[in-house]
């Protein structure tokens, strides 16, 4: 029985929503359909978030771009996260994560549910995590019974796809702990979880109560995306026995997904060197029967703090183009504080160009067409064309605005290159002409 015969609430979404994306996506219903069915596509549509786009991930949609926003125990600035919520959607982002650890955090996001009719993400376990801390005591005192009514809370209130680390077991944390690993567990859920086992003497509880999350998820068509609690934090830590031993527990864990009908994409490796990237993305998407892959960059060198976006762009277009399907964004406030308002827009336009560089090189006839478009373009000079094309178009009027007047750029003036050969005159404004003697 497929996917859609077990999960009715996606298959009524499909149903009226089909043809909308298959324009979109270019691509057939049919495609869709059967992609669903595989398991190699999901659609984040959960019916309790009114007016949500749904929104197609995995093979062969296109690449999307997710944009996280949230406060922290530092900066707690509902409004700017309100706003940096609107600037992901006009930026380009296809979907948000409320990774908010600090403040009221039901009512944080039931605002941004309102606010924005992209797919909401989730991790249910900092909201658990943070009311215990909030009373002064241990983030990992959480009962299981707090767990599965967390996620049945926010899967009610139209929380579109969660975050659940599920994959994190006891012997995955030992052998992050005693592997030799540089920065051990770099993941917030996973390290929490890590303690709670630690000091409970238990297995983790996201996957003893495994089929009561499928239950939840399948009444409410929330997608499961299966955190990679013990991702490499760092270069020198990518591909090691605890990173694999949870791959290998994420392709069990999204198998029996599947079965009940549940939605599910796998969530990868976080710092991954150049070299390692296509290994990583194809293992992981072997293991895991083709899922849905959102990647965190991943970053390809582990020195550029401040410029972790263009880290991440570079890895996130290698992976997508080795198979990786959601790109989760880094701004340049990556390790560094919370972003604001610019880190978003920043690190936004970065994934996108990797998105879009990806897609180009696999030659999907939309990307294709969109970088020829802007190569004819910038041959007949055409500024508006040009920003039409542009991935980041506000930017490209703002770095013309000075000489906007004129046909060329300020770099070249009339020694354009793009005019050499096309026989225009070459008359030059008096500012230009040598006046010397």
């Known amino acids: 029985m497929s996917i859609r015969m077990k999960n009715t609430v996606c298959s009524d979404i499909l149903r009226a929503r089909a043809a909308e994306m298959a324009d979109a996506?270019?691509?057939?219903?049919?495609?869709?359909?059967?992609?669903?069915?595989?398991?190699?596509?999901?659609?984040?549509?959960?019916?309790?978030?009114?007016?949500?786009?749904?929104?197609?991930?995995?093979?062969?949609?296109?690449?999307?771009?997710?944009?996280?926003?949230?406060?922290?125990m530092l900066v707690t600035d509902v409004a700017m996260e309100l706003q940096k919520a609107n600037l992901a959607k006009r930026a380009g982002a296809h979907a948000l994560m409320d990774l908010s650890t600090a403040g009221d955090l039901t009512a944080i996001r039931r605002q941004i549910l309102d606010a924005v009719d992209l797919p909401l993400g989730t991790v249910p376990l900092y909201a658990v995590a943070q009311r215990h801390l909030a009373k002064g005591k241990d983030?990992?005192?959480?009962?299981?019974?707090?767990?599965?009514?967390?996620?049945?809370?926010?899967?009610?209130?139209?929380?579109?796809?969660?975050?659940?680390?599920?994959?994190?077991?006891?012997?995955?944390?030992?052998?992050?702990?005693?592997s030799g690993r540089i920065t051990g567990i770099v993941s917030r859920g996973g390290s929490i979880l890590g303690r709670w086992m630690r000091r409970h003497e238990e297995e983790n509880p996201f996957l003893t109560r495994y089929d009561d999350i499928l239950d939840i998820c399948l009444a409410h068509n929330v997608t499961i995306s299966l955190g990679d609690g013990l991702r490499p934090g760092c270069g020198a830590d990518a591909g090691d026995a605890a990173q694999w031993e949870e791959v290998i527990n994420l392709g069990r864990l999204a198998r029996r997904a599947r079965e009940r009908g549940v939605q599910v994409m796998i969530e990868g490796p976080g710092h991954v060197p150049l070299h390692l990237v296509q290994s990583q993305i194809q293992g992981i998407?072997?293991?895991?029967?083709?899922?849905?892959?959102?990647?965190?960059?991943?970053?390809?060198?582990?020195?550029?703090?401040?410029?972790?976006?263009?880290?991440?762009?570079?890895?996130?277009?290698?992976?997508?183009?080795?198979?990786?399907?959601?790109?989760?964004?880094?701004?340049?406030?990556?390790?560094?504080?919370?972003?604001?308002?610019?880190?978003?827009?920043?690190?936004?336009?970065?994934?996108?160009?990797?998105?879009?560089?990806?897609?180009?090189?696999?030659?999907?006839?939309?990307?294709?067409?969109?970088?020829?478009?802007?190569?004819?373009?910038?041959?007949?000079?055409?500024?508006e064309a040009m920003a039409g094309f542009a991935l980041d178009p506000d930017l490209l009027h703002k770095r013309r605005a000075m000489h906007s007047q004129e046909k060329e750029c300020a770099m070249c003036g009339a020694l354009c290159a793009m005019r050499m050969m096309t026989g225009d005159s070459f008359t030059c404004d008096a500012k230009d002409k040598d006046t010397s003697e």
């Open 285 to 383: 998407k072997r293991l895991t029967d083709g899922a849905p892959l959102y990647v965190l960059g991943p970053l390809t060198t582990d020195c550029a703090p401040g410029y972790d976006h263009i880290a991440g762009a570079i890895g996130g277009a290698m992976a997508a183009y080795f198979g990786a399907d959601f790109l989760c964004y880094l701004t340049p406030a990556e390790h560094l504080t919370l972003p604001g308002p610019e880190d978003v827009w920043a690190g936004i336009k970065a994934s996108l160009v990797a998105a879009q560089s990806a897609e180009t090189a696999l030659g999907r006839p939309a990307a294709v067409a969109r970088d020829l478009g802007m190569s004819k373009a910038r041959a007949d000079l055409d500024w």
């Open 139 to 178: 983030p990992s005192d959480f009962t299981e019974a707090e767990i599965i009514a967390e996620i049945a809370e926010q899967a009610a209130a139209g929380v579109d796809f969660m975050t659940l680390h599920c994959g994190v077991t006891r012997l995955g944390a030992e052998l992050a702990a005693e």
């Open 25 to 72: 996506e270019g691509l057939t219903p049919q495609a869709i359909f059967a992609a669903v069915d595989a398991g190699t596509m999901v659609v984040l549509a959960n019916p309790a978030h009114k007016g949500v786009i749904p929104t197609l991930i995995g093979q062969p949609a296109k690449v999307k771009v997710n944009a996280n926003i949230g406060t922290s």
